[in-house]
């Protein structure tokens, strides 16, 4: 019997990634102070690392996990959360607040953010009811988001210069600044939606059948479709509010899973892909703080260049 | 094109850009004034030197992403081809960013940007050219889908190098016609009514493509050159376009087949796609009206398009 050998390195690889993030950094701590180390390390190491690398480790899983969802449910590789306007909602909430001056506390604009993505996620819902089949679905998030995205770009129009750099950090994706306040809005969330993740795999075993022989074997499909939609929202939305909308890590997770088992379903793929997306994130985020410290880049400047690499070479060799 | 059509079609035209001037809010006597052939006072002058351009640009941008549509969706047999779902347009658009953020391009400048447009959309057309290559055309969507979104996650790159200059690339990402004067349209117009009469002069080559490879092939066209001609074409408009007025979505979707329904080849998307513009600008003034000419770009027309454009988009998907 040979040793499973990716489930370990994928483990390994997570851990040196989160340990990396503690550690690095100014100031630098080394692995073995992070216990026992001085005041300020302690202060820097739990109130900024800790929680950063947290919501990158289930930010990642989740926008990786919400990609497999999406890509299975509609049956199209090219469903990506930014298609189903939870991102875009976000986008749009947040925009508004900074652009307009809305009177909005700064600490609440992630709750924005997270209302947004809701209204968005919900608009696409109700749009798609109508639509009968995967590709009508995956068309009217498209409209959706394409809409929500004019409007956003239409807000933005009126914004001054200051206010674009503010927006520019969000609206890209970033991890920067997040704390224990922050976390604790966006972990809950994410731990109550994973029996939610685990009772979508059934479903999406007899989605992935076609839609007739899905429903001559019992199956509700649209309903069922609508329903794994919902959770795929609920796990973007998570993560959007805090961090904005993070691409490319739910086209890039669910094609990384299916490369590395390429004759597997859906319940091998979900965790390859939540734990791909945990670690395209965290390396992101890493380059992100280091590659141009002291000034800190946004991270979905990093994953859409991992994205553009990785889509290139894997297109090219299908 | 019949005469009657062509009268239709002139009477159209004339009514969308009376009331694509009027929108702009200038006394009506300002506009009869211009007829004498002088720009006489101050109304007179801000109607010949900014509305009339921009009327201008409306026109030339619709008309160009309608034809370059028509010829993608005629030759690739696939009606949800468009310069925005094959790369072209995406990669225009990244082409006139990257000249101006690396300071290639000065930023007034028509002719650098058409010719960075130009460079890019060959760009954009030769990556999704290169990912179908010997597939199935009706494959070459899927891939211009992926292409696009490969072009923005580099044009994202290249904003995320100099945050600050995203205020100065918003009006190429959403496309707008506004701001653009007699300079900027002087060879940018000869451009497209140039590469428009080229494609009315292919329209016998797409109607032998159309129906199918081997029909082209039994009739003595090679498909691979055809084709080849047809996307040149289309690169060139939709470059040239996008050099004016940036990534103007839906038009080059959508007109086309208002177009086909008609029953018409490339006059007709030109027409329908210079009327759909030039209202959408109408409305995109109006709307600023409406909001107390508080904005400082305006409501940019790409905006109009794009949420016209999702409630074509919403209603065919949920019609299947």
């Known amino acids: 019997m040979s040793i499973p050998v990716a489930p370990w390195a994928a483990g390994i690889g997570l851990g040196a990634l989160g340990l990396a993030g503690l550690c690095l950094g100014t100031p630098f701590v080394a692995p073995q102070d992070l216990l026992t180390g001085d005041a300020v390390a302690g202060v820097v190491v739990w109130e900024l690392r800790v929680p950063r690398v947290l919501v990158g480790l289930a930010g990642g899983a989740a926008i990786g996990a919400a990609g497999l969802l999406l890509q299975e449910s509609l049956r199209n590789p090219l469903a990506v959360p930014e298609m189903i306007g939870v991102s875009t909602g976000a986008a749009l909430a947040v925009g508004v607040c900074v652009v307009w001056a809305l009177p909005v506390p700064f600490p609440l604009y992630p709750v924005m953010g997270l209302l947004g993505a809701v209204a968005g996620g919900l608009l696409t819902l109700a749009a798609a009811r109508a639509a009968r089949t995967a590709g009508g679905v995956l068309l009217v998030g498209a409209a959706v988001s394409s809409a929500i995205q004019a409007l956003l770009l239409a807000v933005m129009a009126t914004a001054d210069r200051l206010q674009y750099d503010m927006l520019f950090r969000y609206l890209v994706g970033s991890l920067s600044g997040l704390m224990w306040e922050q976390a604790g809005r966006t972990l809950p969330w994410l731990a109550a939606a994973l029996p939610l993740v685990v009772l979508c795999v059934p479903a999406l075993g007899l989605l992935r059948l076609g839609d007739d022989a899905a429903a001559s074997l019992g199956s509700r499909v649209h309903r069922a479709r609508l329903g794994v939609l919902t959770v795929a929202a609920l796990l973007v939305g998570c993560v959007t509010g805090p961090c904005g909308p993070v691409a490319w890590v739910g086209l890039l997770a669910p094609l990384l899973a299916r490369r590395l088992r390429p004759r597997a379903d859906a319940r091998t793929w979900l965790p390859w892909s939540a734990a791909f997306g945990a670690l395209v994130t965290l390396a992101a985020d890493l380059a992100a703080r280091l590659a141009f410290a002291p000034v800190e880049t946004p991270l979905g400047a990093w994953t859409a260049l991992a994205g553009v690499v990785a889509a290139a070479v894997l297109v090219r060799r299908a | ?320």
């Open chain 2, 1 to 320: 094109m019949t005469a009657g059509r062509a009268v239709a079609a002139a009477v159209l035209l004339a009514a969308v850009a009376t009331a694509h001037l009027l929108a702009a809010g200038r006394p009506v006597t300002a506009l009869t004034g211009l007829l004498d052939g002088t720009a006489g006072g101050l109304e007179e002058r801000i109607v010949w030197e900014l509305g009339l351009p921009r009327l201008l640009t409306a026109v030339l941008t619709g008309a160009a992403l309608g034809v370059a549509g028509y010829v993608l969706q005629t030759a690739l047999r696939n009606p949800m081809a468009a310069p925005e779902f094959s790369g072209v347009n995406p990669g225009a658009v990244l082409g006139i960013l990257a000249g101006l953020t690396l300071g290639v391009v000065p930023a007034d400048s028509a002719a650098g940007a058409l010719a960075a447009a130009l460079l890019g959309g060959a760009l954009g057309g030769g990556i999704t050219w290169l990912f179908a290559a010997r597939r199935d055309p009706v494959q070459l969507v899927v891939y211009g889908l992926l292409g696009s979104a490969l072009l923005a996650g580099i044009a994202t790159m290249l904003l995320a190098y100099q945050p600050s200059r995203f205020g100065n690339a918003l009006r190429w990402l959403v496309g707008s016609v506004e701001g653009r004067v007699w300079e900027h349209l002087g060879f940018t117009s000869w451009w497209i009514a140039g590469w428009i009469a080229v494609a009315w002069a292919c329209s016998a080559m797409l109607a032998v493509l159309a129906p199918g490879d081997e029909h082209a092939a039994a009739l003595g066209l090679r498909p691979g050159v055809g084709r080849g001609v047809a996307l040149a074409v289309a690169i060139s408009l939709t470059a040239g376009a996008a050099g004016l007025s940036g990534a103007i979505a839906f038009v080059g979707l959508v007109t086309p087949h208002a177009a086909r329904r008609l029953g018409g080849g490339v006059p007709t998307a030109a027409v329908a796609g210079a009327v759909a513009l030039a209202g959408a600008d109408t409305l995109a003034q109006l709307a600023v009206h409406l909001l107390d000419d508080t904005h400082r770009l305006g409501v940019p027309t790409g905006v109009v398009t794009a949420l016209a454009g999702a409630a074509v988009l919403a209603r065919l998907g949920r019609s299947q």
